[in-house]
């Protein structure tokens, strides 16, 4: 912090720069427009758009700045901005086969940016990911109406869309798709939250580009831009956590160099370090975390070819919640029936059995070669090693094997994708590409949980887009097929089974452009997903979530049919949402719960047995915001979901609870030293799952709870640097609840009063760093 305040220090004032931020989209269809060249007066190089339309110009001077902005096909703009007074522009440029109408200028910091397919996505934008670092990656994503948390203790969630999850929905990471152990509910994401830069989500299947297994939707975690401007700078950001004492760092390097900055490069590196959890009554004992993340990034760009490299390495070691971790039936009985845990211990940063150490290494080089200026061929190849070792408590009557993890899974993905993205003809674009992924998974240990195997699947798919006045079609088709080996010589689970599956999903989605500013997005959608290996294969204590999983080796492939429609508003004061959904599934995977426990050498469990049935999910997820008065905002969102078992015509087990969220924003005016200070009051209140078949659970669902916090931003100017500081007040009432997608609802309330802090720290070096020679 002090050498980030002295190295700003010495700036001369006359020299003083700016950054200006600037996204280019289409006036009819508000889709981001790639490749458009802004210049600057004043600036000898001309800057181009990246994929998403935006482009960030440093070095700035203060004053009237004059851009000129052209795209092919579309008229040519020119404005007049004044820094550094306006920050964020959003230009809007009219196509030539439409009438010339006024180009619309913004200065905002909540830009929408479609990046990928015509479906309707929710969009976290930077500031938004800023000021909404928690516990994980999967606590930020649960801001965007209609995604929900499984939680497995406090450190441990993954995102649930419309009631889908795991294997369901698609991550990707640096625009890789993250293939960590994503089966079953203890194994959250593998990635560092401080990477998330942009989160983009689009809710339901999506499985054309991106894999047969998103019929759940898919998430994409975009890391920090490049510098377009030569020189080195970064970021240092800390946060800090009063419920379980977490301190977090996470700092952030980046330069950009050579002629017309051909070469840029990032380095990050986070480290995170917790103690146990508290309820509002007493400490979750045995949730302690400790984090170490990197990743590198560089970029090579020379004419028409350009060449990306990325590395990650994320490390966690998370305690599991002692209590949950019965040595016999009767005390699992007890534990069920009791308010309280029947193990409380004194608050501690140490961790002791049971816990789980997790390690994932992600390497990407994508290469993009310009064909022409209006396609380009890129071929990615990516590999993947992931390594979960899960230690249960330390009650081996073996002394040989005390130190050796329950289970030892190591799991190594190599994905090769190639594709074309073309203009075929005026209005139309489309994608064409084959994929590749070979998996390799070695189980050891001195426990089974899942048999060894090996996967091979190859998938090719074609999307085209048609674009048009107010008018957008997009179709897609893909077809893949996955070849699947399971084999175990441990006693009582011999196994050498070989499987394959294939079948074709494909998607039309219709963009309409209403009057008045109002946007019609209608989607349908097919896919299919083949069952996972602890599905299929699974026999044996899941230490993490401390249930016995039984899996049925006869599961067949899911398939799923999607209807989707969104009507959205957005102006210059208010902003409504209105989307609904019809999700049909046959075959759907679920786990249902045994009634009676399973009782083992290391203890008593809750059991659950892999089955199928019919599943149907229809739901609405509604939003508004209204601004008052330029300062005063308020909002509402609402998620429904009513999921049924089509065969029984019973409720479908372990669906989320409906809610509702408000929340109310005061932004003050700008001073002297601090800007955009910003007051924001926010409630959740979750149903109570009233939608349960009696006594087929452990415990009936919880009942409704309200939580009340509060978030507090501002921005401080240090030594002409913008500082930002944020703060929130998660439970401000503290109050006792239990949510029924937590796997510890069993035996334990949720985190209470939590506040956190957050202050980051933007840096620069006022000379670039010449390493030309």
Request: aromatic share 10%; hydrophobic share 40%; net charge positive.
């Amino acid at each position: 912090m002090l050498l980030s305040v002295l190295l700003q220090a010495q700036q001369v004032k006359n020299n003083q720069t700016f950054v200006l931020e600037v996204w280019v989209r289409d006036s009819i269809t508000h889709q981001p427009l790639s490749a458009s060249s802004v210049a600057v007066k004043g600036h000898r190089h001309l800057h181009a758009t990246n994929e998403e339309g935006f482009i960030r110009i440093d070095s700035i001077k203060a004053g009237e700045v004059k851009l000129q902005v052209a795209n092919l096909g579309y008229h040519p703009v020119q404005v007049v901005v004044h820094v550094p007074a306006t920050d964020r522009v959003e230009i809007f440029m009219c196509p030539e086969s439409y009438h010339l109408h006024e180009t619309i200028i913004m200065n905002q910091r909540n830009v929408d940016d479609p990046t990928f397919s015509t479906q309707h996505k929710s969009i976290i934008n930077s500031e938004q990911a800023e000021n909404n670092r928690g516990q994980n990656i999967s606590e930020m994503l649960s801001i965007i109406n209609g995604i929900t948390l499984l939680n497995s203790g406090p450190n441990i969630a993954k995102p649930v869309i419309r009631g889908l999850h795991s294997n369901r929905v698609l991550m990707l990471n640096a625009g890789i798709r993250q293939e960590g152990q994503n089966w079953g509910a203890e194994h959250g994401p593998e990635i560092d939250p401080f990477v998330a830069n942009r989160v983009e989500v689009i809710k339901g299947a999506s499985a054309v580009e991106f894999g047969a297994e998103a019929i759940g939707g898919v998430i994409r975690i975009s890391p920090r831009d490049y510098r377009n401007e030569k020189g080195v700078g970064g970021i240092f950001q800390i946060q800090g956590l009063s419920n379980n004492m977490q301190g977090a760092f996470s700092l952030t390097a980046e330069g950009t160099h050579l002629q017309n900055n051909q070469l840029s490069w990032r380095l990050q590196g986070s480290m995170r370090k917790a103690g146990d959890s508290h309820a509002p009554d007493y400490v979750i004992s045995n949730t302690g975390l400790s984090d170490r993340n990197i990743s590198v990034a560089t970029a090579y760009r020379i004419k028409r070819f350009h060449a990306d490299f990325y590395y990650s390495k994320f490390y966690s070691q998370m305690g599991i919640f002692i209590a949950s971790h019965m040595g016999n039936a009767d005390d699992l009985l007890a534990a069920l029936r009791r308010s309280q845990p029947l193990v409380v211990n004194p608050f501690t940063y140490k961790m002791d059995r049971p816990f789980q150490q997790v390690t994932h290494d992600l390497v990407s080089m994508k290469l993009t070669w310009f064909t022409t200026d209006k396609s380009r061929v890129v071929l990615q190849q990516s590999y993947q090693q992931n390594m979960r070792e899960e230690y249960d408590i330390d009650r081996p009557f073996n002394q040989a094997i005390r130190n050796r993890p329950a289970y030892d899974l190591r799991l190594y993905s190599l994905n090769t994708e190639i594709k074309w993205e073309h203009e075929l003809m005026k209005h139309v674009k489309g994608k064409l590409g084959i994929s590749w992924m070979q998996q390799q998974n070695n189980a050891a240990g001195v426990a089974f949980i899942i048999p060894h195997f090996n996967a091979h699947t190859a998938g090719v798919y074609l999307m085209e887009k048609w674009e048009h006045a107010k008018w957008i079609l997009e179709a897609g088709l893909r077809y893949d097929m996955r070849w699947l080996n399971a084999n175990s010589t441990r006693r009582f689970n011999e196994l050498d089974e070989s499987r394959t599956f294939s079948n074709f999903n494909g998607i039309i989605s219709l963009v309409r452009l209403l009057p008045r500013q109002w946007i019609l997005t209608t989607t349908t959608s097919t896919g299919w997903r083949a069952p996972a290996i602890n599905e299929l294969y699974s026999n044996g204590l899941h230490a993490a979530n401390a249930s016995y999983e039984i899996g049925d080796k006869t599961l067949k492939p899911e398939q799923s049919l999607m209807l989707d429609a969104v009507i959205k508003k957005e102006a210059k004061t208010s902003r409504i949402e209105i989307g609904i959904y019809s999700h049909y599934i046959t075959d759907f995977i679920y786990q249902r719960p045994n009634r009676q426990p399973t009782l083992t050498i290391r203890g008593a469990f809750p059991t659950f047995q892999f089955s199928q049935t019919n599943a149907w999910l229809n739901g609405a997820d509604i939003s508004a915001e209204k601004v008052w008065f330029k300062q005063w905002q308020i909002g509402i969102a609402i998620s429904y979901l009513y999921a049924n078992d089509a065969k029984s015509n019973e409720p479908l087990i372990y669906m989320p609870a409906n809610r509702l969220r408000m929340h109310a924003s005061y932004l003050f005016d700008n001073g002297k030293r601090l800007s955009q200070t910003a007051v924001e009051l926010r409630g959740n209140y979750v149903m109570r799952q009233w939608r349960y078949v009696t006594g087929i659970d452990y415990t009936d669902p919880p009942p409704a709870y309200f939580l009340l916090g509060l978030h507090v931003r501002t921005h401080i100017k240090v030594c002409n640097n913008n500082w930002m500081l944020s703060m929130d007040l998660h439970n401000l009432l503290n109050t006792r609840y239990r949510d029924y997608l937590s796997r510890f609802r069993y035996f334990t309330d949720d985190a209470g009063f939590d506040l956190v802090l957050r202050l980051s720290i933007p840096f620069t070096f006022s000379t670039p760093v010449n390493i030309n020679n």
